[in-house]
């Protein structure tokens, strides 16, 4: 945890509402960005990032600061992400559907990098919420098996079990579908 965030909530724990405001301000994107990932609503990102920091406000006297706050902002914004979609079932997605038109098939063979990155948030808004979590979690932010084990919950030899087969599944759906290799996009 950086200096500038323990200070921040120490100053928020004196009852500094401005510091408050700065440390939403800071980490807003964080959180709708994970929450995107889950619900792939824009809406619904907002409202559960506006409902991660009430959280944040009210239980940050739990905060212990064992792990980076960024990584404890991921977990609660995780958690209520995936709660969401299970009591809102218009978001359970299926597999990959092999008929999706990612995009013109003139552009599939030269994508360039801002197609590649449009394909890849295309392919995980049709994963499950939580398999979509943890390819934006370990590719998009950079996070290590361990932060998305603290995030998740779930175990490390899980994480990555799955994190292969997702890969394999993203692999074969660009291989076979879109012809593209997995590689030029992670």
């Known amino acids: 945890m950086t200096s500038s965030d323990q200070d921040l909530l120490a100053q928020i724990r004196k009852g500094n509402q401005a510091a408050f405001g700065q440390l939403v301000e800071k980490y807003k994107s964080y959180s709708f960005t994970v929450a995107l990932r889950i619900v792939h609503s824009r809406e619904d990102a907002e409202e559960i990032a506006q409902d991660v920091?009430?959280?944040?406000?009210?239980?940050?006297?739990?905060?212990?600061?064992?792990?980076?706050?960024?990584?404890?902002?991921?977990?609660?914004?995780?958690?209520?992400?995936i709660d969401y979609t299970r009591r809102n079932r218009k978001h359970q997605h299926d597999s990959l559907d092999p008929g999706l038109s990612l995009s013109d098939p003139a552009?599939?063979?030269?994508?360039?990098q801002d197609h590649l990155k449009q394909m890849l948030h295309a392919l995980l808004a049709?994963?499950?919420p939580a398999d979509a979590a943890l390819i934006t979690f370990?590719?998009?932010?950079?996070l290590s098996i361990r932060e998305i084990s603290?995030?998740?919950?779930m175990g490390s030899n899980n994480i990555k079990t799955r994190l292969f087969r997702?890969?394999?599944?993203?692999?074969?759906?660009?291989e076979n579908d879109y012809q593209l290799k997995l590689n030029d996009l992670l």
């Open 138 to 142: 370990f590719y998009l932010e950079d």
């Open 126 to 128: 049709r994963l499950k």
């Open 107 to 112: 552009q599939q063979h030269n994508p360039g």
């Open 150 to 153: 603290e995030i998740t919950g």
């Open 53 to 81: 920091f009430v959280k944040i406000y009210h239980m940050l006297h739990t905060f212990q600061g064992a792990s980076s706050f960024k990584t404890w902002l991921y977990a609660i914004t995780y958690r209520t992400a």
């Open 166 to 174: 997702l890969r394999e599944q993203l692999r074969h759906t660009l």
